[in-house]
Nanobody
Framework: QVQLVESGGGLVQTGGSLRLSCEAS????????MGWYRQAPGKQRELVAS???????TYTDSVKGRFTISRDNAKNTVYLQMNSLKPEDTAVYYC????????WGQGTQVTVSS
């Protein structure tokens, strides 16, 4: 059973930055696809960004140019650097590890004030 522990959420003003981190337990991190999802109140969970084991990345259109996903395989950690934050980025952000099946973190709240 993989465990994912997220950190780095918080309250920030519009235009500010935050960096989320997610550390995974176990030995499958290096071969897993990692993703960051978010869920705002009353909305469905959406994929924000993903990164494959080989380093290929994808982003949802609304965060392109503002968010950057990266991974450090030596630390079993994936990051989400979020710049130029907007109120519509407010959500609970979840780390996801996918290797056949999905594992999820507990979520971390990001609140962007206007």
């Amino acid at each position: 059973q993989v465990q994912l522990v997220e950190s780095g959420g918080g309250l920030v003003q519009t235009g500010g930055s935050l960096r989320l981190s997610c550390e995974a337990s176990g030995s499958v991190f290096n071969i897993a696809r990692m993703g960051w999802y978010r869920q705002a109140p009353g909305k469905q969970r959406e994929l924000v960004a993903s990164i494959t084991s080989g380093g290929s990345t994808t982003y949802t259109d609304s965060v392109k140019g503002r968010f950057t996903i990266s991974r450090d395989n030596a630390k079993n950690t994936v990051y989400l650097q979020m710049n130029s934050l907007k109120p519509e980025d407010t959500a609970v952000y979840y780390c996801n590890l996918r290797i056949g099946m999905d594992s999820w973190g507990q979520g971390t709240q990001v609140t962007v004030s206007s």
